[in-house]
């Protein structure tokens, strides 16, 4: 062991642990776990190589170096995660926001900007961290969110994002199964989004471990076909939607032609598109009622 642990001699060591165990990025999670336990900008570690660690620093950065090498996600050991350029509370009763769901939060901006409602409604169906809900009414500010979900952990989680970007009085927390919101809404709102489970079951356990071991199942799991929450909420989000209202909901690579041709037996919407993420998939379905 070094006698005196400077911040590059951690960082040297910590990579080549890391990438003997596997993970992914393992020079990029040495900086980001050691700035995390020393408080500083990543890019701060930079300028102070020759900075010796004390005691309880190395303490701490020992165990948050355990656990990455589990292949705990990093955003669980940090408790954070950026979405839409808002810094997130994360932990393990939520899934991590990934930045294909903003492809989703730019087309329901898109949707509520033409809207003629002087105070509209969202339904959020799934919220988790609240990461969907919280853009919406940082970006709108006439926005209201009615956001739901099952756990009780996950919207305690949501609450404190909504208070930390001061939108808590927008975005209305509500404990319920993930359809159940559909069936006691009415025909309230002018959106609905969600991000649903949709990964099929029997794919979860070859997903990379950070996802298929430490991500709530609850929040993956869609399913034989990954589509079973998603064709509920196809069947049921019309009686929810005020006319002409739309519905947003993200899908899995794979899924867009499946679900438009189920569509066909959906009369219950008068047109369906699917919007492309950043890397050309269709990522989110969006239909409308008459």
Not at 47 to 57: I, S, T
Not at 143 to 155: E, G, K, R
Not at 157 to 176: G, I, S
Request: aromatic share 6%; glycine share 8%; with cysteine.
């Amino acid at each position: 062991m070094e006698a005196t642990w400077t911040i590059l001699k951690l960082i040297q060591w910590t990579t080549q642990y890391f990438s003997r165990k596997g993970v992914a990025q393992p020079r990029t999670d040495a900086e980001v776990l050691l700035a995390h336990v020393l408080g500083i900008e990543r890019i701060q570690l930079y300028l102070r190589f020759d900075q010796p660690l004390r005691e309880p620093e190395l303490a701490e950065y020992r165990e948050a170096v355990r656990r990455r090498a589990t292949h705990e996600p990093l955003q669980y050991i940090t408790g954070r995660q950026e979405f839409w350029s808002l810094e997130l509370e994360v932990s393990p009763s939520v899934l991590i926001p990934r930045p294909e769901t903003e492809v989703l939060v730019e087309k329901a901006l898109a949707l509520l900007k033409g809207n003629g409602s002087a105070i509209p409604w969202v339904l959020d169906l799934g919220t988790g961290s609240g990461a969907i809900a919280i853009a919406l009414a940082h970006e709108h500010s006439g926005v209201q969110v009615l956001a739901t979900d099952i756990s009780t952990a996950a919207l305690a989680v949501a609450q404190r994002n909504a208070r930390r970007h001061h939108v808590a009085d927008r975005v209305h927390l509500v404990a319920m199964d993930l359809c159940c919101g559909l069936a006691v809404s009415g025909g309230i709102f002018d959106l609905i989004v969600s991000n649903p489970p949709y990964i099929a079951s029997s794919d979860i356990p070859g997903l990379a471990p950070e996802i298929a071991r430490f991500e709530p199942r609850n929040a993956l799991d869609g399913g034989l076909q990954g589509l079973d929450v998603i064709h509920q909420i196809m069947e049921q989000a019309h009686g929810s939607l005020k006319p002409s209202g739309s519905l947003l909901v993200e899908i899995g690579q794979g899924q867009a032609e499946l679900l438009r041709h189920q569509q066909v037996n959906q009369p219950s919407y008068i047109s369906i598109d699917f919007i492309a993420d950043y890397a050309g998939i269709p990522r989110v379905l969006h239909l409308r009622r008459p």
